[in-house]
């Protein structure tokens, strides 16, 4: 299957697309800065170069055409400020689920953050605060679509190796962190359960091999 990630060269990204080369599917990971695009090969997949604040939605789908699923992975990441958290975690998604419905690419997963779907809690610092009420307003966009979209809400990520061990379920999950590179086995195990669509997940740190927790999600509804 043929997967475009926005955010093509984040953390998590550069992990997934490792994941899906080496399952034989066809990763494509959208960049901004052509400079990552070696780093990317490297991971397995296709490197495009795309800023997704500049881009239009007629332009991304031309990019999307054929895929099977897209991920969400971009985010203005730590030392940005309000508006990026809202033309990055908010305006990003958004144009990339306009541009998925183009296309016709009904499978979206979407990284979201735990503390996402509530208001801020009042006197918290302002960039969190933007940052939560972006996250919160990009799921509210994509679950009003007509696509297959899970959003995966992870808690306080790390770059500690992968694990396999997972806390995956409907909110509210009590705070924690997780690896990075439990996300992307997350994401990776998502994109071939295509019965958790509709689905909105935190997922920590825990107990449960990543295959069994993703698949007794469904199973659960
Ligand atoms: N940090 C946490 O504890 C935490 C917790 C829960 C959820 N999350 C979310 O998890 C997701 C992934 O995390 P991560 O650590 O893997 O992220 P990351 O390493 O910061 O990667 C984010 C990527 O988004 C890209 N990006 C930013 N603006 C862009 C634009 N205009 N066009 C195209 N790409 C753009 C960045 O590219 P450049 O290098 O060019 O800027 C970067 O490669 C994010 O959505 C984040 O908000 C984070």
């Known amino acids: 299957m043929r997967v475009v990630i926005a955010g093509g060269h984040g953390k998590i990204a550069l992990l997934l697309e490792r994941l899906l080369a080496g399952r034989g599917d066809q990763a494509v990971g959208l960049i901004r800065n052509p400079a990552h695009a070696a780093d990317v090969q490297q991971a397995g997949a296709e490197a495009v170069v795309c800023d997704l604040e500049a881009a239009s939605a007629g332009e991304l789908a031309a990019v999307l055409s054929g895929a099977g699923a897209v991920v969400f992975a971009a985010g203005a990441g730590p030392g940005s400020g309000a508006p990026r958290k809202d033309s990055v975690d908010r305006g990003a998604s958004v144009l990339m689920a306009d541009a998925a419905e183009r296309a016709g690419v009904r499978r979206f997963v979407q990284i979201s953050s735990m503390g996402a779907g509530q208001p801020p809690q009042p006197g918290a610092d302002e960039v969190w605060a933007a940052y939560i009420t972006a996250k919160t307003a990009a ?17 306080r990520l790390t770059d500690a190796p992968a694990t396999g061990r997972i806390h995956l379920a409907a909110p509210p999950l009590p705070a924690g962190t997780i690896p990075r ?40 509804r």
């Open 181 to 220: 590179a439990d996300v992307a086995a997350v994401i990776a195990a998502l994109l071939g359960e295509p019965g958790t669509r509709h689905q909105t997940l935190e997922l920590t740190g825990g107990n449960s091999p990543v295959a069994g927790a993703v698949r007794s999600t469904h199973q659960r």
């Open 139 to 155: 799921e509210d966009d994509l679950r009003a679509r007509d696509l297959d979209w899970t959003i995966l809400r992870p808690g």
